[in-house]
Each structure stands twice: as structure tokens, then as C-alpha cells.
């Protein structure tokens, strides 16, 4: 970040990390800045609006803090004895902290170091004050002065508040920070803005609010009638899959455009469900996580790249056998893609009260990009996960997918419940009006997405962002239910694993479950990890993913080997066409709808863009997975960060895989699917500078 204090004078490295791409502050912009600096080290990169992230350009960047870790610590104090007897100070910097000090024997504070001088002035109590600082030539040169706040009422008119102080200021070479300080002060008494006095302050309870409104209830007091029927209407305002092609979709999650998508899913359900079985099998790890059919097996998260199944264009463009996808191969249609899967501890009824492992584990789930939630469709586990074998009365896994995801849902919805008096003082108090809707979607920021996704679900739910101060006043229990399981819908998708569906038991709850539910998949956990394992003994062949016939089994097979193929091919894979693992991740990424970009060099040749070491006959090598509705620049920019392409955007076209023509695109251009099917685009990016 540059700083600019008003000379040229200023002594010290500045750190001008420059992005030649950079759209936000021109490059003329930065330099001329720059030039005000004496010293001022130039750092530029190929990138857009951020900070250099190569090695070389880091290194000098701690370099130059460590130089200045004294000065970027304000936390030291100094006294004005230190000030009086530090030589780089002139004799007039020094007068006028002295008479700041004699003055403002409560409200000044002087930060070390003490050259340049750095001090804050309290105008408002311990709520406001104003920070100076002197540069070199300081007064013939005019200090800078900034506003620190708590206060929400001196927060909201900031910029009148310094406007005022900045008309303040003496003429230049005289000293003028108490003149400054007391017009601060007077125009916070004179406009009356000392707003945070007389309102509860944050956290407590508000004096005039009945004892029994909504909000003010305890975790443990939901409505679940309020619940149920808020997420029948979000289901209604928001149907499956609806989300991809909307305007949020780029909204949501952490991760940033212009880079390709690393997609995490987490696992969650109930304890013994068969969540590490499930991470296990689609992770292939050696070292596999504990599973064992006792509840709460896995306490802190595990964490490893697994694989998904994406559509291959290799198959329209009849190329299949000269395809050889980064990962894996393409088999069926379709290509592995990495992705992170995330294994949780076990959730438990009451789990947003801090039962089982409570809260702790629902954080686990902040970075999840989608949710699968595995259920034990064998109906043996009760709903704390105790397997009652055989024997077991039979627990309904409709029940378990229902109180799953309402846990999910009133993690959410107390946490934004317990802070809905910070909403109401908002919009309640004219002045502090215009903070109601930042307060409100500023709540649900912590599950990584941001304000504008919020607001975007907000008003899916009917509502106007105009009138939301008067609106929230009004709400009832029912509306922040419907916002949450709007809001719900669309951060943390959930796709429904049927697992341990090679049991007897399963399979009518399978049946009853599909038809009931969209988006639930019958999956056995257990046999895709078991033909892993026999794989790598050499015991058989498996295509992973695949039906009846994907199952080789070698000469030396033992018996017994062959015995379970057998069961496993007629109670699996002959009734659900596949273990199901592959099939739910998939699902599971799909249904965020990512952008797949196949980067060629040419289109009669469909050599990839590649990072080396392939023939160069493979064809569609590389694909690289984007968030929804990327365009054209952010997918350039996406190449130049995997160092697949070098230099400016200057053209990009795209072959139309079902007709063969190729047609241009703007940079602007937004990617979207043409049909309900996932979006995989064959692009030719062309740059001003050959790749190295
Ligand atoms: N029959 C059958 N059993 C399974 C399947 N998947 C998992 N299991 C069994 O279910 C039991 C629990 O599996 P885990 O993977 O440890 O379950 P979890 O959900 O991770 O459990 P916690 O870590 O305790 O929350 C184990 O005995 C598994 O062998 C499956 O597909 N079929
Ligand atoms: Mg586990």
C-alpha cells in the first residue's frame, strides 16, 4: 500500500508493488506516485491488482518491514521527554508537542518512535480520536490527519466530520493540530453525533425490546414448525441447481476469480454413517483415515485430494483414443478432476448447542464449497450413529437427512439470531439507518461469502434492500429462518449419499429416498474401498466409477476374492450401476456449476496448453476448472497464474464442440453452459508474448 504525505521529502523505502495488468490504479497513476517518495523501491509484476507473490519480490518486501517493524508497531508509547530529547525533531515540533501534552493531559498519546512524530488526540472520550502525523518539514509542510472511531454515530459522518477539521488547519508553517483537534471536538457536540450513548452498546440486551421477542430466546427455543416451513419455501424460492446461472454464484465461497477453482467438499452425517469409509474410497489414500463402526471414530478433520468424473470433450470431437486427460484417463465419456475432500467428526441431534463435538466441528465446514451428506441407508444406526446390527428396529434415513441439515441451519440461524439486536438498534435510530443492511449481511460473512451474496439472497426472499431498515423492524422468527435456509441453499449446497447400499435393508430405503429427494445418490462406500484395496494387491482390475464390467479379475485371484466380485457385481453394481462414489462428488461439484476450460494451441490440432512432458500428439491435455460465469479475461488471467500462457490478452476463440465452428470472443465475455449440461469450453488464448 502507498501512502502519500504531502512531500517529497519523505525519508525510507516505500515498497511500490506495481501490477503492470492492474485496472484499479493505472501504472502512469503508481508511478507518479511513486516519484513523491524519496527511495522508493519499485517492485512490478505481470499481475493485476494485488501484491507480487513472487519469491524475489516477498523477500525484499520482509525485508523492508523488518527494517521498519519499529515504526509499524504504534503500540510503544513515548513520553514528550523523549520527544524534547530526540535531535532529528525541530525546535517547532517540539513546542507544539509540548503544548499538545499541556493541554491534552488525558487525550494525547505519542507512539514510538518519536521521529517522525506520530500522535492521537481523543475527541470523543475513548470512542474517536484523531491520529497525526508530522512529516520532516512539518509545519511548513501540512501533517496528516486521520479519524479513528468505535463510535457508530462519529463512524457514519466521517467524511463531514474531517472535512471540517481539514478547514480547520492554520495556514501552512504554522502548527495545527489544535486547532484541528478542537474543531473535532466542538463539531461532535455541536451535531450531536455522540450516537452510541443512551443505545445498549453491542451484546446487551436492549431496555425498551419486549422480554419475549423472538430474538431474544435462548439457542435451545426454535420453532421447528417455523423451521420446516421456512425451508419448504426456500426450496420453492430456490429449487435445486438454480443456483449456478445466477448473478451470486460468483458471490460465494473464498476463493478468488482469475484462479483456477480448488474445490473442497465436506463430508458430514451422523457418527458411523461410513464418512472416512466414503473420504477413504474417493481420496485413494495409502494411509487411510480410522474407520470403525463405533460413532465419533474421526475427532479432527481429515483433509486429502480425491477425484471426480467431468464430461471429456474428446468424445464429441472423436479424439478419444489420442486424449490423454492430465489425470487419469478418459473412459465413458468422461475425465478425473482433482478436488479436496474434507471427512468431519460425526454430527449429533443438538450439535448447534455444542453436543457431540458441537460447533467446533461445524467451523470444520466453513471452507466447503459443497456439502455431501452421508446417511446410513441401511437404517441399523440410530440417529447418534449406535448400530443396532441385524437387529436394529430399523431407523428411517429420511429422518437422519431432515435433522441434518436443520442442525446445519440452526448453527447458522442462532448465531445470527443472538446478534439481531445490532440489526434492530441499526434500523431503528435514523441516523445509524444506513448501517442496517451492512449489520445484517455483514452476519453471515464468517461462512466465506460476501455482502453482495447476501444481499442477493435477501432479496430472493421477496425483500427490498431499500426498505430494509423499516422491513427487519417487522420481521418475525419465520423470515430470518427463510434467509438462512435461502441463504443455506446457496453457500453450502447438499447432494445425499445413500451409503452402505450393499446391504439388504438398503435397498428400500434407497427407493423411498430417491423418489422423495432430487438429489440423492445410492452409493457403498465400503465396495469402492474394498476394490481399491484388491486392486493394489494385484487381486483385480477396477475402472473406478464403473458398472458390472469394469471388474477384471486376474488368474491368481484367490477364491474367496472371486466370491465377493460376484456378490458385490450383483447387489451393487448390477442394481445402481456403480459404487456411487464417484457419481456423488461429482454431483456434488457440479451442482456449484464450475466452468471447465480446455486451453489449446490450435484447434486443427488440439495440442494443450501445457506444463511439458507431453507427446505432442496427446490432445486436450489440460483442463482446468473455473467458478461460474467466469469470463474470457478472468479465464487469461487463470492461464498466466498456472503459467500456461505469458503476456497481454489478445484474442480468444472458442470451438463449438457439437458443430466444429469456431467463433471469437470479448474479453468480457461470460462463459456460460448452453444446456443443463456441465460447461466445458475448448479455447484458443492468444497473448502478445510466447510462452517460455
Ligand atoms: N455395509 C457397509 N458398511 C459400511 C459402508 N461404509 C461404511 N461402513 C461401515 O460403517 C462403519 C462406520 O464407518 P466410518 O467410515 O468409520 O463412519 P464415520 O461416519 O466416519 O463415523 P465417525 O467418524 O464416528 O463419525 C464401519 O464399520 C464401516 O465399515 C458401506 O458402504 N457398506
Ligand atoms: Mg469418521
Known sequence: MLVWVGSAEVPGLVPCSVGTEDTVVPLEESKRLAARFSNAEWLEHEAGHVFSQRSEDLRRLGEFLELRREQLLPEELASVEEVEADDRLSQEQKDEVEALASIFMEELTIFKPT??????????????????????????????????????????????????????????????????????????????????QGLPSDGTAEEDEPAEAWWLCEDAQVDQELLTQAEKKAAELLPDGSSGSRSWARQCGAGAYGKPWRFTVGLVGKPSAGKSTLFNAATRCEKEAAMAPHPFTTIDPNVEPGWFAVPCPSVTLQCQDECEPEHGRADRGQRRFPLLVKDVAGLVPGAYLGYGRGNAFLNDLLDADSLVHVVDASGRSDAEGVDHGKAGKGHDPLKDVEWVRQEIHMWIFCNVRAKWHSVRKRAKFAPLQPLAAERLFGLFTGYHCSQQLVAQVYESTGHRIATLPQDVLNWSEFDLHLLVACFLRVRFPIVIALNKADTAEAQEHIVRAQAALGNAVAVSARSELWLLQQQRKGHLTYLEGGGPQSIAITEHAPEDVRDQVSQLRQKVLEVYGS????????????????????????????????SGGYSTKSKLVTMMMLRPLSTVEEVHAALKNEKLVRGDLVRAEMLHISTGQVSVLRREEVLKPEGAQAATFVLRILTNKKAK
Open 579 to 610: 459404487t456411487g462414489v464417484m457419481e456423488v462428488l461429482s454431483r456434488a461439484v457440479l451442482q456449484r456449476s464450475p466452468v471447465f476450460c480446455c486451453p489449446v494451441s490450435e484447434f486443427t490440432t488440439l495440442q494443450s496448453l501445457s
Open 115 to 196: 521521529c517522525p512524530v506520530r500522535l492521537a488526540v481523543k475527541v470523543l472520550h475513548e470512542r474517536a480520536s484523531l491520529r497525526f502525523f508530522f512529516p520532516p518539514l512539518y509545519p511548513q509542510v501540512p501533517c496528516v490527519c486521520d479519524l479513528d472511531s468505535e463510535d457508530l454515530g462519529v463512524q457514519l459522518r466521517r467524511r463531514e466530520l474531517l472535512e471540517a477539521v481539514e478547514a480547520a488547519r492554520e495556514p501552512e508553517g504554522f502548527p495545527s493540530v489544535m486547532a484541528m483537534v478542537q474543531e473535532a471536538q466542538r463539531w461532535i457536540e455541536e451535531h450531536g453525533v455522540t450516537i452510541d
